[in-house]
């Protein structure tokens, strides 16, 4: 359609979208504006000077206590998730019957059945699944689950896109897409949803206006061991598509492995995953991103506040050791210790999460593009040639 975009096309994404990486169930959601907007008061920061030669090889990350004041962690109260370990697809609606007979095929613990179908935008096939946001969360990655964006979206009637085919088919977060013969559906959010097969989600309700099959889908979560996919297909029918969700590896039955000798036992590594000093945590966190130097994120973390010795809150509002922005951290903040939670004011969640945010805008590929990453983290080329130059001391120290 006339001044709509394409879906197979390059296209330039406004500044006020913010992509995700898709990693580890990375979610990307349309935000009103800039995460840093650019008319922010200045941030309170240590110079530089003689502190930026502290060794970091010798600093150790400490998590300061959140302020009683401070924006609660991404995601809010946490869900209890089931993902699928399967889906299935039969050729008609599912009736209850089968359902109850679902529930008691060995090892499935939990059934649900959705609304599914094919739409054509632009002459592409989406396959797309019609949920009940409230119901359907804990089907999701627990990344996805936690991330109100992407259900207030489904709420509002839009588009929920799979990360995979946001990159395949070139989707543009926020842009508008004609649906064949439909309405227009806006992308709103983007997510690695973890269902083979399913370009995105849309609400119950919006299915119905899109004229999908009512309670075709079912997705099944089990545990302990596979679900059988032969008596799956028997109980729905003949002509039922049926995809395993569980990674080959996963299948596999882990061999028993010896214990552990004094020649071969490993060393110590520090609690949950937790790298000992700054210079190590810079370093992991920066494996996020390929291409990117961990000098850079030490540098950011000297210039935001001294490796966590100012974190905050800022004028502006910006919190934790890499002075992020609560509604930034909503998007990009991670959980790198793997304790559960995404904290914005630990380091251990912090530093991975501003290489997450670096990574989004381009800083992997290097040049101006790295410069530009940079840029908007703060918008000031003078805050970008202090980062630079603060990096290059880092490189020429630790080389």
Request: glycine share 12%.
């Amino acid at each position: 359609m006339s001044g709509l975009p394409s879906l197979r096309s390059v296209l330039l994404v406004a500044a006020a979208v913010a992509v995700m990486t898709a990693l580890g169930g990375g979610v990307a959601v349309l935000l009103g504006g800039d995460p840093h907007d650019a008319a922010r008061q200045p941030v309170r920061r240590a110079q530089l000077g003689e502190r930026q030669q502290i060794r970091l090889d010798q600093l150790v990350p400490t998590t300061a206590p959140a302020r009683n004041d401070a924006e609660p962690a991404a995601g809010g109260p946490g869900v209890t998730v089931t993902p699928p370990s399967m889906i299935a697809i039969a050729r008609g609606e599912v009736p209850k019957s089968a359902r109850l007979a679902l529930a008691k095929v060995r090892n499935v613990q939990k059934v649900v059945v959705v609304d599914a179908g094919a739409v054509r935008v632009s002459g592409t096939s989406l396959n797309l699944l019609a949920v009940e946001p409230a119901a359907f969360r804990s089907w999701t990655p627990k990344a996805v689950a936690e991330h109100p964006g992407v259900w207030s979206a489904l709420a509002r009637g839009e588009l929920v896109a799979d990360a995979a085919a946001t990159r395949r088919l070139g989707l543009v977060l926020g842009a508008e897409y004609q649906v064949d013969g439909g309405p227009r559906l806006r992308v709103a959010a983007s997510a690695a949803l973890g269902l083979r097969g399913v370009d995105g989600l849309v609400s119950a309700g919006r299915g119905q206006e899109l004229r999908m099959a009512r309670g075709v889908a079912v997705l099944l979560h089990g545990k302990g061991g596979a679900i059988s996919q032969a008596r799956v297909r028997r109980l729905l029918g003949a002509g039922t598509q049926v995809v395993s969700l569980v990674p080959e590896k996963a299948r596999e039955k882990k061999k028993p492995q010896a214990p552990a000798t004094a020649a071969t036992a490993a060393p110590t590594a520090p609690a949950r995953g937790r790298p000992a000093s700054y210079l190590d945590l810079y370093k992991q966190s920066a494996t996020r991103c390929p291409g990117l130097s961990w000098t850079v994120l030490a540098a950011i973390g000297q210039v935001e506040s001294s490796h966590g010795r100012n974190n905050g809150p800022s004028s502006a509002g910006a919190l934790g050791p890499m002075q992020f922005m609560p509604a930034t951290w909503k998007v990009y903040g991670v959980d790198g210790d793997a304790d559960g939670k995404a904290d914005i004011w630990s380091p251990y969640d912090a530093v991975p999460g501003a290489a997450n945010y670096l990574c989004a805008n381009g800083a992997g590929k290097g040049g101006e593009k790295l410069r530009k990453a940079i840029w908007f983290y703060n918008h000031s080329w003078d805050y970008v040639n202090k980062v630079m130059g603060v990096a290059e001391g880092y490189a020429r120290a630790y080389t």
